[in-house]
């Protein structure tokens, strides 16, 4: 992956957030932003880890109980506790729309703290907002 797809996929996990939070009042989303990149992608429930790559044919899952499973949880708190906050709590301070605007998602962006780069444009703006509302599901056959 390279810096641009990864700082792209960064806003749009950032933007899903604020998006499903605005329309599941009941959803708690926390979301942690670091410096370094992890190679794999975690999904951890109290049942479960599912551990998978960039090949959606390959994973690992453990079950809640399991050392690899306790293990995996105790490093991503720790992860999460050395990143820097995104203030999901202020996800009524810009309303998105269903199809958020270039405009829409700029202002979220500015108002968060985590101003889209200079060198964005509208199509990236664009792009970003397809990853997080529309994005490919990598197990799909």
Do not use: H
């Not at 009042?25 to 998978?52: E, H, K, N, Q, Y």
């Not at 990143?83 to 700029?106: F, H, K, M």
């Amino acid at each position: 992956m390279d810096a641009d797809r990864a700082r792209k996929e960064s806003y749009a996990s950032v933007l899903a957030a604020f998006w499903y939070r605005q329309r599941y009042g009941l959803l708690d989303i926390a979301v942690g932003l670091s410096p370094v990149m992890t190679t794999f992608r975690w999904d951890m429930s109290g049942r479960a880890l599912i551990m998978t790559s960039e090949d959606p044919n390959r994973a690992i899952i453990a079950f809640s109980g399991s050392f690899f499973y306790e293990s995996c949880g105790t490093e991503l708190r720790t992860s999460f506790e050395q990143a820097r906050r995104v203030a999901i709590d202020r996800y009524r301070s810009v309303p998105l729309s269903d199809e958020p605007t270039v405009e829409e998602v700029r202002r979220l962006f500015d108002r968060v703290g985590l101003p889209l780069p200079k060198s964005f444009t509208d199509r990236d703006v664009v792009e970003v907002t397809r990853k997080a509302l529309r994005a490919k599901d990598p197990y799909a056959p």
